[in-house]
């Protein structure tokens, strides 16, 4: 009888594992068709955005009622990715016209490298500037990076450990989740001429970051404030979330990404490890769609608003902590997860196209509790859309 069962396993393995490669080969295919739409589409976007902004290099950061841009000045901490876009495409398409014009809005940038004012002098500068010595190495643009990563070393403070992401008064030594992502040029600094003492902060303020943001269950904080004497925790808050025992979907896509770059770039485990809680506990609470709400735990979900940028950071970070992790079923997970959150992005109702949009994807919200940007088009959702497909094609091309 044994024997009988395992002859016909033998005779249905293989056809089953046939089925399985064809259907993920298939889906595959259906997701390479829908990257290749979404790039044609956000060039489309992004040509009509250049044009309709005219000669001044003016910065879009979130779409008005209209479908229009609403612009921010250059010390706006969204000012860095509508560059970061038209990089983005010049890396996609080769078109001289798109560097011509990531030059123009990158170079308007230049002063930013001596604001000491906020810790987002990292996503102003790396996502412009950035994007530009990635692609174009040359001694100015590194200085300017250099000259940015000491700009923001300058809000260190030794006793906390931490960099000081706001100067708001409200708080003491505010730090945010946000911040994480910022060390990424303190990184690159100090593998570039910049010195150790950049790469000692990043490693000091990831450090306490995930001592301090983090819950038991991998779920994180928006804002810890530090005391400057003591260096103790003063406070445990979720600013632009629902409550402060809640979950910001952008602070948490923020957790991930971040810990996936610290890892990469220190090797250290206990990153790997932090990136890993805030993924699995990412993943476990998605929508159905792969979309979040603007926060996990809004009252009125599912009529609240999504966060299509949460989706989109979180997409390309998976991309990258896919290749990093070591356990095979983590792997495993996060690569068809990022496919499937990349697929709901490519389609309606997140992609913009047939809507009156300026953006490349709608239903994205800034500041909730501020009433601000609530569920429109934000530039820095775009940046991260576009770099979680040009993650997907290279996945596609080592796979
Ligand atoms: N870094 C600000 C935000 O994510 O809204």
Avoid at 143 to 153: F, G, T, V
Wanted: aromatic share 12%; proline share 4%.
């Amino acid at each position: 009888m044994t024997s009988v069962v395992s002859k016909a396993s033998f005779k249905i393995f293989p056809v089953l594992v046939l089925a399985s490669l064809t259907a993920s080969h298939s889906s595959a295919q259906r997701l390479d068709t829908l990257v290749a739409r979404a790039i044609d589409f956000s060039r489309t976007q992004l040509e009509r955005s250049v044009k309709s902004l005219g000669d001044s290099a003016k910065f879009p950061r979130s779409t008005l009622d209209d479908g229009t841009w609403r612009i921010a000045k250059p010390n706006d901490w969204t000012a860095g990715f509508f560059p970061g876009c038209l990089w983005r495409m010049y890396e996609f398409t080769g078109d001289e016209s798109f560097h011509a014009h990531a030059r123009k809005w990158t170079g308007e940038l230049k002063d930013q490298q001596l604001n000491t004012k906020t810790h987002d002098v990292g996503f102003i500068m790396f996502c412009s500037f950035g994007n530009e010595y990635r692609l174009h190495p040359n001694e100015e643009t590194k200085n300017i990076l250099l000259q940015s990563a000491c700009s923001l070393a300058s809000r260190f403070n030794a006793r906390t450990g931490c960099i000081r992401s706001w100067d708001n008064p409200k708080w003491q030594f505010p730090v945010i989740i946000d911040n994480m992502m910022n060390l990424e040029l303190l990184f690159w600094a100090a593998k570039n001429g910049g010195g150790k003492e950049l790469y000692d902060i990043a490693v000091s303020h990831a450090e306490k970051t995930s001592q301090n943001h983090f819950r038991p269950d991998g779920s994180t904080y928006h804002v810890v404030s530090y005391d400057t004497t003591t260096g103790a925790v003063l406070a445990k808050e979720t600013h632009q979330g629902f409550a402060h025992e809640s979950v910001w979907s952008r602070g948490q896509a923020w957790a991930i990404y971040g810990y996936t770059m610290a890892y990469r770039e220190t090797r250290e485990k206990r990153f790997l490890q932090t990136a890993e809680r805030a993924a699995n506990w990412f993943l476990d609470h998605l929508p159905d769609d792969a979309v979040p709400f603007w926060d996990f735990q809004a009252p009125e979900i599912p009529r609240e608003p999504r966060d299509a940028s949460a989706a989109a950071i979180a997409a390309s970070a998976l991309f990258e902590l896919c290749t990093l992790t070591e356990d095979a079923r983590l792997q495993a997970r996060y690569a068809t997860e990022a496919r499937r959150i990349l697929t709901s992005l490519c389609k309606a109702p997140y992609l913009a196209a047939n809507s009156a949009s300026s953006g490349i994807l709608n239903h994205t919200t800034g500041n909730w509790p501020a009433k601000s940007e609530i569920d429109v088009s934000l530039i820095y959702g775009d940046y991260y859309f576009l770099e979680a497909m040009m993650r997907y094609r290279q996945s596609e091309r080592v796979n």
